[in-house]
C-alpha cells in the first residue's frame, strides 16, 4: 500500500530527530573524551568568545545577561550576538532586535548561550534552520541554556539521559515534551560540564557568574557581580522562587541574623543560638529562614562555609587546616569533605587551580 503524505512526512520527522539526537551524543561524546576545559589550564591569556544566539521571540532581559556580565570580566572574554540567518529577531516585547552576527560565529564559539525565547511555536522537532545553527558549534565548546532555552537543546538531543532545569512553570510541558531527560525544576541552574542549563531570568546572572568563577576564580567574579550590583554567589542547588508567600509586614526577616552568622563562620553556630538571635523559635525561625533563602539553616552555613573556604584557598597560602579552622569545618579532613561534595575537587586542586598567583 503506498505511503500517504501524512505517513511520509511522519517518517521523515522521525529520521530527522534521530539524526540530530546522534549527532548531539556524538558531541557529548567527545566532550567527555577531550575533558572540556580541564580546570583552564593552558588557557592563560585566552579571551573566551562567548556566542550568545538569540531566536525568533527571544526575551531581550535575558539576551543582554550574557553581555552584562561576561562584559565586565575585565577583557577575559569577548561576547558577540548572532541570529540563525543574521537576519533581525522578533523579541517577545514590542520590539525587533538586529545583531552584527549570523550563524557562522557559532563555529569561533568557546561558549555559546542560548538565552529563552517565546513557546508559541515550539515543537519537539526543531526547524531546520536552528538544527543546522547548533550543528555549526565545535564538539568542545560550551554549551548554556537559560530558561526556555532548555528546550531546544532538549529538541536537539543534548540533554538525553542528563539532568537539567527550566523555569518551575514549564516544568510539566518540559516533562511531556522530553521524557528521556532528567529534569530538576528546583535549582538555579544545572552544570553538567560541557552542557549548563539554568532557570528564568536572574538565574541567567547565576549561571554566567558561576562561569566565570569556574573559569578565573571567585576574586574576579566577585568583582563583576558587584559591578553588576548582584549577589555575587548563589549556588546552583539552592531552590527556585516557586510560589512562597511574602511575609507580611509585621513579619521578622532572618537577614541580620544571616549577616550575624556570616561574621562568626569560625564558630560552631547551631540552630538554636541563630534562632536566639533572631530572638524566634527553633520551629518558626527554621521555617522563616527556608522561606526567605529556599535552604535550612544547615545547609546555607556549609554552602557560605565552603565559599570563604575557596576565597582563602584562591587568595592565601594558609594550609588547609587553617583554613578549615578559620570557616568553621574544624579539621582539614572536614573541609576536604565539603569542599568535594560541593565542587568534586581536593582543597589542593582547587588551590592549583584557581590560586590568585595563576592570573594576571
Same mark, same amino acid.
Given at each position: 500500500m503506498q505511503q500517504t503524505q501524512t505517513q511520509r512526512q511522519t517518517q521523515t520527522q522521525t529520521q530527522r530527530r534521530t539524526q540530530v539526537r546522534t549527532e548531539a551524543r556524538t558531541r557529548t561524546e567527545a566532550q567527555t573524551y577531550c575533558g572540556a576545559r580541564p580546570g583552564r589550564e593552558g588557557y592563560e591569556g585566552h579571551v573566551e568568545r562567548v556566542v550568545v544566539l538569540a531566536l525568533d521571540g527571544v526575551y531581550p532581559f535575558e539576551l543582554g545577561i550574557p553581555n552584562r556580565v561576561f562584559g565586565s570580566a575585565e577583557g577575559r572574554y569577548e561576547v558577540l550576538t548572532c541570529t540563525v540567518d543574521g537576519g533581525p529577531v522578533r523579541s517577545n516585547s514590542d520590539f525587533s532586535i538586529t545583531v552584527d552576527h549570523?550563524?557562522?560565529?557559532?563555529?569561533?564559539?568557546?561558549?555559546?548561550?542560548?538565552?529563552?525565547?517565546?513557546?508559541?511555536?515550539?515543537? @519537539?522537532?526543531?526547524?531546520?534552520?536552528v538544527a543546522d545553527a547548533l550543528r555549526a558549534i565545535r564538539p568542545d565548546a560550551r554549551i548554556v541554556s537559560i530558561c526556555t532555552g532548555a528546550f531546544v537543546l532538549a529538541a536537539a538531543g543534548m540533554l538525553?539521559?542528563?539532568?537539567?532545569?527550566?523555569?518551575?512553570?514549564? @516544568?510539566?510541558?518540559?516533562?511531556?515534551?522530553?521524557?528521556?531527560?532528567?529534569?530538576?525544576?528546583?535549582?538555579?541552574?544545572?552544570?553538567?560540564?560541557?552542557?549548563?542549563?539554568?532557570?528564568?531570568?536572574?538565574?541567567?546572572?547565576?549561571?554566567?557568574?558561576?562561569?566565570?568563577r569556574k573559569d578565573?576564580?571567585?576574586?574576579?567574579?566577585?568583582?563583576?557581580?558587584?559591578?553588576?550590583?548582584?549577589?555575587?554567589?548563589?549556588?546552583?542547588?539552592?531552590?527556585?522562587?516557586?510560589?512562597?508567600?511574602?511575609?507580611?509586614?509585621? @513579619?521578622?526577616?532572618?537577614?541580620?541574623?544571616r549577616d550575624w552568622a556570616l561574621e562568626r563562620l569560625g564558630e560552631p553556630l547551631t540552630l538554636a543560638e541563630l534562632a536566639d538571635h533572631a530572638r524566634m523559635s527553633l520551629r518558626t525561625f527554621a521555617r522563616r529562614f527556608n522561606d526567605e533563602v529556599g535552604m535550612s539553616p544547615g545547609r546555607w552555613l556549609i554552602?557560605?562555609?565552603?565559599?570563604?573556604?575557596?576565597?582563602?584557598?584562591?587568595?592565601?597560602?594558609?594550609?588547609?587546616?587553617?583554613?578549615?579552622?578559620?570557616?568553621?569545618?574544624?579539621?582539614?579532613?572536614?573541609?576536604?569533605?565539603?569542599?568535594?561534595?560541593?565542587?568534586?575537587?581536593?582543597?589542593?586542586?582547587?588551590?592549583?587551580?584557581?590560586?590568585?598567583?595563576?592570573?594576571?
Open positions: 549570523g550563524p557562522d560565529v557559532l563555529r569561533t564559539a568557546d561558549t555559546v548561550v542560548i538565552p529563552p525565547f517565546a513557546l508559541t511555536d515550539l515543537r @519537539a522537532d526543531l526547524p531546520e534552520a538525553v539521559g542528563r539532568r537539567a532545569t527550566t523555569h518551575w512553570q514549564l @516544568a510539566g510541558l518540559f516533562r511531556q515534551m522530553f521524557p528521556d531527560v532528567d529534569l530538576d525544576a528546583d535549582v538555579l541552574f544545572v552544570d553538567e560540564g560541557s552542557l549548563l542549563t539554568s532557570a528564568g531570568a536572574a538565574s541567567g546572572v547565576d549561571v554566567c557568574l558561576h562561569l566565570v578565573h576564580g571567585s576574586e574576579l567574579a566577585n568583582r563583576v557581580a558587584r559591578s553588576c550590583v548582584v549577589p555575587p554567589w548563589r549556588d546552583g542547588g539552592q531552590a527556585q522562587y516557586i510560589e512562597q508567600p511574602v511575609p507580611g509586614p509585621t @513579619a521578622t526577616s532572618t537577614a541580620a541574623t554552602q557560605q562555609r565552603v565559599g570563604r573556604a575557596r576565597q582563602l584557598l584562591e587568595s592565601s597560602d594558609l594550609p588547609v587546616d587553617q583554613i578549615a579552622g578559620e570557616v568553621g569545618f574544624g579539621t582539614g579532613a572536614s573541609l576536604r569533605q565539603h569542599l568535594h561534595a560541593a565542587i568534586g575537587v581536593s582543597p589542593q586542586v582547587y588551590r592549583r587551580t584557581f590560586h590568585a598567583s595563576r592570573h594576571p
